[in-house]
């Protein structure tokens, strides 16, 4: 297995542009979510997915998007990049229920924003 | 709503010597207690965690930690540490049963373990 992937592992983007963050789990986990990471501020929840088709919002949502249409991906959406979002974004993965409390998590994408 | 509190940011130590990272939680709650290891410029591994039962848990790479309910705190131990135990520990907290996918954690703790 090859774990939880995230492409690309760095990307630097000037404000306004977009992007999408890819994520790829093939635990066949249901429940998966994204992280950002800044210096001195640990990790921060930004969106969630629980399953196929739903997802929610986290503690730091604003200026990202995400869907869910497959088990295995979790691509997280840049519609108009800001400085605010240099940072370094990482996908977690999880069986649902109690069969496990371990989040999985990939190697992590370092973004800037100029 | 849950929060983190590592009291140290920083935990400079020598190679050999023991360790103590520290953690304090919030929560109006019970909660499912965690701790993360993050060597450099990789992803987040799993330490050990604490669900219920014993208040003293055993980690991979010889870390525990000890669940203090009074004290709110889930401190992590490791008797003599290694040069490659340099890394930053996270401290996590969640609700319990099987919604724990919305993880709080700390601000982390930078372990440097000289020799």
């Known amino acids: 297995n090859a774990g939880v992937t995230q492409t690309p592992k760095f990307q630097v983007l000037k404000t306004g542009q977009s992007m999408t963050l890819q994520c790829a789990q093939d635990?066949?986990?249901?429940?998966m979510s994204w992280y950002r990471q800044d210096p001195g501020m640990g990790l921060r929840l930004i969106h969630y997915s629980v399953g196929a088709g739903i997802t929610d919002q986290g503690e730091v949502p604003n200026g990202y998007n995400v869907s869910r249409s497959t088990t295995e991906d979790f691509p997280l959406r840049l519609l108009s990049a800001a400085p605010s979002q240099t940072s370094v974004y990482f996908c977690?993965?999880?069986?649902?229920?109690?069969?496990?409390?371990?989040?999985?998590f990939g190697p992590g994408t370092r973004l800037t924003v100029t | 709503a849950q929060s983190v509190t590592q009291l140290d940011s920083q935990v400079p130590v020598f190679e050999e010597a023991p360790v103590e990272l520290r953690c304090n939680y919030s929560s109006s709650v019970s909660v499912y207690l965690f701790w993360y290891v993050q060597y450099p410029n990789q992803g987040l591994q799993l330490l050990l965690k604490?669900?219920?039962?014993?208040?003293l848990v055993k980690g991979i790479n010889g870390f525990e930690a000890e669940f203090n309910k009074s004290q709110t705190s889930f401190h992590l131990r490791k008797p003599s540490v290694h040069i490659s135990d340099t890394a930053e520990y996270f401290c996590?907290?969640?609700?319990?049963?099987?919604?724990?996918?919305?993880?709080?954690f700390g601000k982390g703790t930078l372990l440097t373990v000289n020799p």
């Open positions: 977690a993965s999880r069986l649902p229920g109690t069969a496990s409390y371990e989040q999985y």
């Open positions: 635990m066949n986990h249901e429940y």
């Open positions: 604490y669900l219920s039962g014993s208040t």
């Open positions: 996590a907290v969640s609700p319990p049963g099987g919604s724990n996918y919305k993880l709080t």
